[in-house]
């Protein structure tokens, strides 16, 4: 049974960046058919996709963010990252990492969710 | 890109069937047979419901149905129980190789 948690500070000070890291088990984050997502959700929002990445090291990502993202991975842990630079109060949200088939983008695993506040 | 539109909230009574629209465009919806729905309850993360737009994943009830025409795709739940009461968000793929949620849709059971 495959399984994602996400780690990293609960807070983070404006202008700052955000950094997360998500740790899968029960599968391998080098298969060929699955990219791995990082998911956020405002309070009380709906979701919106960040970005994904695919074990060779493309990425993709929400245009309305791109600028400000760096999704990373790293196969000897069977973990990826994200850092969101120049947070603001507008990236409070509960951060979710998801594995996403990667032919027919649908996300079948997630984590539990981190929740980070932006606020001095 | 612009979320996918779904209706803010629909309801209905234990037993009922109930439908949730996914409405997108060319590049997203009616491009692709990439719809997928997710379940979310309060406090937990989403659950994925139906995959390829008409595919449900194992364990999921064949309570759960969607389909798709054209930009717009759905979502309908039969026999609804209690249980399914929850938020349900829609997801499809892009034409730019990205991914694209609704903004969601609270179920009530009444």
């Known amino acids: 049974q495959v399984q994602l948690q996400e780690s990293g500070p609960g807070l983070v000070k404006p202008s700052q960046t955000l950094s997360l890291t998500c740790t899968v088990s029960g599968g391998s984050i080098s298969s060929g058919v699955y990219y791995w997502s990082w998911i956020r959700q405002h309070p009380g929002k709906g979701l919106e996709w960040i970005g994904y990445?695919?074990?060779?090291?493309?990425?993709y990502f929400n245009p309305s963010l791109k600028s400000r993202l760096t999704i990373s991975i790293d196969t000897s842990k069977n973990q990826f990252s994200l850092k969101v630079s120049s947070v603001t109060a507008a990236d409070t949200a509960v951060y979710y990492c998801?594995?996403?088939?990667?032919?027919?983008?649908?996300?079948?695993?997630w984590g539990q969710g981190s929740l980070v506040t932006v606020s001095s | 890109q612009s979320a996918l539109t779904q209706p803010a909230s629909v309801s209905g009574s234990p037993g009922q069937s109930i439908t949730i629209s996914c409405t997108g465009t060319?590049?997203?919806?009616?491009?692709?047979?990439?719809v997928s729905w997710y379940q979310q309850h309060p406090g937990k993360a989403p659950k994925l419901m139906i995959y390829?737009?008409?595919n449900r994943p194992s364990g999921v009830s064949n309570r759960f149905s969607g389909s798709k025409s054209g930009s717009t795709a759905s979502l309908t739940i039969s026999g609804l129980q209690a249980e399914d009461e929850a938020d349900y968000y829609c997801?499809?793929?892009?034409?730019?190789?990205?991914?694209?949620f609704g903004g969601g849709t609270s179920l009530t059971v009444l």
């Open positions: 390829d737009v008409t």
């Open positions: 990445i695919y074990h060779s090291g493309n990425t």
């Open positions: 998801a594995r996403c088939y990667g032919d027919h983008p649908y996300h079948d695993y």
């Open positions: 060319i590049n997203d919806v009616g491009g692709y047979n990439y």
């Open positions: 997801s499809s793929f892009t034409s730019s190789s990205n991914v694209v």
